[in-house]
């Protein structure tokens, strides 16, 4: 019982490690908070904070989000991992659909990176209208890939000085495209 006005915790969960991330997604099964953990799993929970599912990466999850990546499939989950994978995989079999290694590439200032390319961010999102959505994907290298629904690259953008983790997606001038802000 809390006070009025406090805040107090409805559960908690045990995770492998620590929790790098979470996520409420949208998932045929229903509404999941997915974790992200360091031990190397995500860890799918139910609104009540029971564990429904875990998927085993076999290196530390970074990051997770999820979202449509083509128009009228089901849900993706998209995970970055210290491992300098991100791994789609399919909401409802949880089987890997498609993994992108982004090149660590020449550091201008390297010590401004993670001196590797694990992954610190996934975002999924339709960036240019066409109704698929792209991954954004933020590694420790000093740049951010946009990679399509199928896991190609589409571009690579040089951040300078520094990893570029804070960011969110929205239509910012109201021409009916989104933009990345951060």
Known sequence: DTAAGAIGARWSAECPGRINDLHVASLPEGDRVLAACEGGALVSLEADG?????????????????????????TR???????????????SSREE????????????????????SSIKRV???????????????????????LVNAGGNERWEYRTDHGTFLTY??????????VEIVG
């Open 50 to 74: 029971a564990p429904d599912w875990t998927y085993e990466t076999g290196s530390p999850v970074n990051t997770v989000h999820s979202g449509t990546l083509r128009g009228g499939e089901p």
């Open 77 to 91: 989950i998209v995970l970055g991992c210290e491992d300098e994978y991100v791994r789609v995989l399919d909401a």
């Open 97 to 116: 659909i498609w993994r992108y290694r982004p090149e660590y590439g020449n550091q201008y200032w390297a010590y401004w990176s993670w001196y590797d």
């Open 123 to 145: 975002w999924v999102e339709d960036l240019d209208g066409d109704g698929d959505g792209e991954v954004i994907v933020t590694p420790g290298n000093m740049r951010m890939h």
């Open 168 to 177: 969110e997606t929205c239509d910012l001038d109201g021409d009916g495209m």
